[in-house]
């Protein structure tokens, strides 16, 4: 029987030889101050002053709310950005393609409405992390909207109907939500279950009791009826109602700051 010896690899920090660990199977280890975090970089008295803050989940979402949403303007006013010591050195040993995680972004609306864009490159992994990060670094006192887009096909229906159509407009809230007619008569039914960011935006609400409601719209592209569905909701919801949305596009749909599910039932 032929005896394996462990393999040697040069460290670029530090050009000395690190063995292989036997158990690693071939993937980069790490230890605890190489784990990834979430930093909020916008201004404290902007934080403090925000009662609203609509989080947009996904492209079509993003699309919406830039260019329909009354922004202060097209540029952001803060980020949310991941960390890790991770560098590209590490990577490349390993003949892996390194890529920056892309922010997510903040938009003023008014003094106490701030808009965030959620990065398209968060990974699953990062949801909790994420959705913790954003909720803790604003009051306990505001109130959370989340917009989301998903695709027609993801919706179930207990009569098995094959033909469905689209866009389908559906919402969820929390229990600390105080729901209104509207909310009420289109909530999202079993066994359909909302994923991603909008399903750790609401669980962390839920821990913490602060409200919050999403919307879902049932579609494959940002229509005008996904237009009229998320402005009808919006336009439901009381921290919401007195925005002044347009039915034209305000900005274009994406600049430099946009590129290109946790199970909450």
């Not at 699309?63 to 960390?83: N, T, Y």
């Not at 592209?221 to 949305?245: K, M, P």
């Amino acid at each position: 029987m032929e005896i394996m010896s462990p393999q040697t690899f040069e460290d670029p920090s530090t050009n000395e030889e690190v063995l292989e660990d036997d158990d690693d199977e071939g993937f980069i280890s790490f230890d605890s101050s190489k784990i990834p975090t979430y930093t909020v970089m916008l201004e404290e008295a902007t934080r403090e002053k925000c009662k609203t803050i609509i989080i947009c989940d996904g492209l079509e979402a993003t699309d919406f709310a830039k260019s329909h949403l009354p922004l202060v303007g097209s540029q952001p006013i803060g980020k949310l950005v991941k960390q890790t010591q991770l560098d590209k050195s590490e990577v490349e040993i390993w003949g892996l393609q390194y890529k920056e995680p892309e922010p997510s972004w903040f938009f003023q609306i008014n003094d106490e409405t701030l808009l965030c864009t959620c990065s398209p490159t968060i990974s699953s992994e990062d949801f909790s992390l994420f959705t913790k990060t954003v909720i803790t670094s604003f009051n306990s006192t505001m109130a959370v909207v989340i917009l989301t887009v998903s695709a027609i096909t993801n919706y179930k229906r207990d009569d098995q109907a094959t033909c469905t159509e689209a866009p389908l407009i559906r919402t969820l809230a929390n229990s600390a939500y105080n729901s209104n007619g509207f909310v009420k008569n289109i909530r999202l039914e079993q066994p359909n279950i909302l994923g991603g960011v909008a399903a750790g935006i609401l669980t962390v609400c839920d821990i913490r009791q602060i409200p919050a409601v999403a919307c879902v719209a049932f579609s494959s592209t940002l229509d005008a009826d996904v237009v009229n569905g998320f402005t009808t909701f919006l336009r439901s919801v009381e921290c919401t109602q007195q925005l002044l949305i347009s039915p034209t596009r305000r900005f274009p749909a994406r600049d430099k700051c946009t590129k290109t599910g946790n199970l909450y039932i």
